[in-house]
């Protein structure tokens, strides 16, 4: 009773928020009488706790007296000196005797009539007598032991919930482990190409210059290295990882190829339509004053004769001359010194133009590569070259152009019905590319890269700013090395799942097999400089298998885009297997080797490494 608190209007016990009907009636719980001696000789204490109630207390022995009163009428009698009796009443009737000392003192304590337990608390035959009753048992040992209920629940409540997360997320732990233990294996298995491949990319990092290289390799669909070297950032010293994201430059035109593959499935547009029938904002062109007709399928294989950066014709054509002449024999020898003077500046010229990383740094000069104006939509970007002339007669010559593909990324915009950019981020959302967007200036990009190039004192500087709002389709897209190799691990499933004769419950790939076929299929009078062994297909370099002596060079079957823009080179390189039969089972789509490398500095020749490192991987892959 001692643990009972007054609350006006009435008592509330602090553990059980019991609270009686009206005041004073406690009882109606208990119903008990306590009276307790304090002191020796009888004294006895009251302590009232209800209004009109007396305590009267007294501490010294020889019969002072103190009395406690709880409830009105209820009274406590407690002995704390040898020879006195404590006696205690819980429930009506009820009496309870205790001896605090030896001597024989007896305790008897009964809490339901006729059920009493006598045990001894004393020497000398002292005894207690208990009613094993099970409620009124935990009633009375409530106090002492809601604690060790309390300790008891919470040490069983802990191991519970291990045993539990043990056994919910065992399986799915256990995938995880064997998702690592896969990759483990992997690098295990390709940690000498690994090793070779960095020291490869590595010694092209350092011979061109640049801060920052990132290179992924995928085998058979799976990701085995992923990799940065250098920096992002040289500024603030943060270095290139898996997840930097950097211009992907002209690997966009493959990614709005496969845009228009999917929305030319759909039946929604028709590559061998002229233009003008999805756009006719671009005028009808002549070339030599006959009217011309451009179709979808001559802006994706560079055949359409839209100018790119240079704007002059004349010269653009100078320069094809110029290559073809080195394919020729000489006719005659010079006659004169001056001829022969002439003769050296032209092949000075023609080499200049031949070589690649010559051309493109030449390719950057061009006054289009710097814009900085942003054009709201594709149809204003087309006022840049539309009324201007055509180099070349439509279908007759390949002249790679970037308009060209704005051109076709409007023609996607209007067939669609939506605005390009959303066509484009639905097709990254569907191919899991999260991390692949436009490059836009304002928003936040986590992970981009600085961009550098080289001044007229061979020193790095910051690229200036650019705004590639005119051109999205053709070089506009920013992305990470892990994003292009799903990319090109989705294509190499669409172009490989229809040999399969039998699915086995195999998913369709995200282009019909006959479309990634046509994609990757060469187009004729279509030579790209940057590959003298391929031709150009539709969005794609296609390079065939070929062999022509025994034991000589055996060119595998490849294909890839390179990229280059203000800051940035890149390339994207597929290797399909040659067969998907395995020694003992068939193999399952995709097969074979993509390899991706991107850089932070522009006029960087990419291709030929990736294609080093792709046989390298393959040699592991078949060994």
Request: hydrophobic share 35%.
């Amino acid at each position: 009773m001692s643990r009972l608190l007054y609350m006006s209007p009435g008592l509330v016990c602090f553990r059980c928020k019991y609270r009686p009907q009206k005041l004073g009636s406690f009882s109606s719980l208990f119903m008990s009488q306590c009276n307790s001696h304090l002191t020796s000789g009888g004294a006895e204490q009251r302590r009232c706790l209800i209004p009109g109630e007396v305590q009267r207390r007294c501490l010294i022995p020889g019969g002072a007296e103190q009395r406690r009163c709880l409830i009105p009428g209820e009274v406590q009698r407690r002995c704390l000196i040898p020879g006195e009796v404590q006696r205690r009443c819980l429930i009506p009737g009820e009496v309870q005797r205790r001896c605090l000392i030896p001597g024989g003192a007896e305790q008897c304590r009964c809490f339901i009539h006729g059920g009493a337990e006598r045990r001894c608390l004393i020497p000398g035959g002292a005894q207690q007598r208990r009613c094993l009753t099970a409620p009124q048992r935990v009633f009375n040992n409530y106090n002492g032991g809601q604690s060790k209920l309390w300790l008891l629940g919470i040490g069983a409540g802990f191991l519970l919930a291990i045993g539990l997360r043990q056994y919910v997320y065992n399986h799915e732990r256990c995938e995880c482990d064997s998702e690592k233990r896969e990759k483990r294996h992997l690098a295990s298995k390709y940690c000498d190409a690994i090793d070779t491949c960095r020291d490869l990319v590595q010694r092209i990092k350092d011979e061109v210059g640049a801060p920052g290289v990132v290179v992924g390799v995928a085998v058979d669909g799976a990701q085995v290295w992923c990799e940065g070297l250098g920096y992002a950032d040289l500024e603030n010293r943060v270095p290139c990882n898996p997840d930097t994201v950097m211009r992907i430059a002209s690997i966009s035109k493959p990614l709005t190829a496969a845009a228009v593959a999917r929305m030319w499935e759909e039946g929604k547009l028709d590559l061998d339509a002229a233009v003008q029938t999805y756009v006719p904002e671009f005028p009808q062109k002549q070339f030599e004053g006959k009217d011309v007709t451009i179709t979808s399928r001559m802006l994706l294989s560079h055949l359409s004769g839209i100018r790119h950066y240079e704007k002059d014709p004349k010269k653009v054509r100078e320069e094809k001359e110029k290559a073809k002449r080195l394919l020729k024999p000489a006719e005659k020898k010079e006659k004169n010194s001056a001829e022969i003077k002439h003769k050296e500046k032209l092949d000075e010229n023609t080499n200049k133009g031949t070589n690649s990383s010559g051309k493109r740094k030449r390719e950057f000069e061009q006054e289009e590569y710097y814009l900085k104006d942003s054009f709201e939509n594709i149809i204003q970007a087309l006022d840049l070259f539309k009324d201007d002339p055509l180099i070349f007669k439509p279908g007759t010559t390949f002249l790679y152009s970037t308009h060209a593909f704005t051109l076709l990324s409007a023609v996607l915009e209007r067939a669609a019905g939506q605005r390009f950019l959303d066509v484009m981020q639905k097709m990254f959302r569907e191919l899991g590319m999260l991390n692949t967007m436009p490059d836009e200036n304002d928003p936040i990009i986590y992970n981009r890269s600085r961009f550098y190039h080289f001044n007229k004192k061979r020193r790095i500087v910051n690229c200036p700013y650019v705004d590639n709002s005119y051109k999205w389709a053709g070089g506009g897209f920013l992305s990470t090395a892990g994003d292009l190799l799903l990319f090109g691990n989705a294509l190499l499933y669409s172009y490989q799942v229809g040999e399969l004769q039998h699915a086995d419950g195999s998913l369709p790939g995200f282009l019909r097999p006959s479309t990634a076929k046509a994609m990757w299929t060469p187009v004729d009078q279509t030579q790209p400089s940057w590959d003298k062994d391929g031709q150009y297909g539709q969005g794609w370099l296609v390079v065939e298998k070929q062999q022509k002596y025994g034991q000589c060079r055996t060119r595998r079957h490849y294909v890839s885009h390179t990229g280059g823009a203000v800051g940035a080179s890149s390339v994207l390189l597929v290797l399909p297997s040659e067969t998907l039969y395995a020694a003992d089972h068939r193999a399952r789509p995709p097969q074979g080797v993509v390899v991706t490398i991107i850089t932070n500095m522009q006029s960087v020749g990419l291709n030929t490494t990736a294609l080093k490192i792709a046989y390298e991987f393959e040699k592991v892959r078949l060994g």
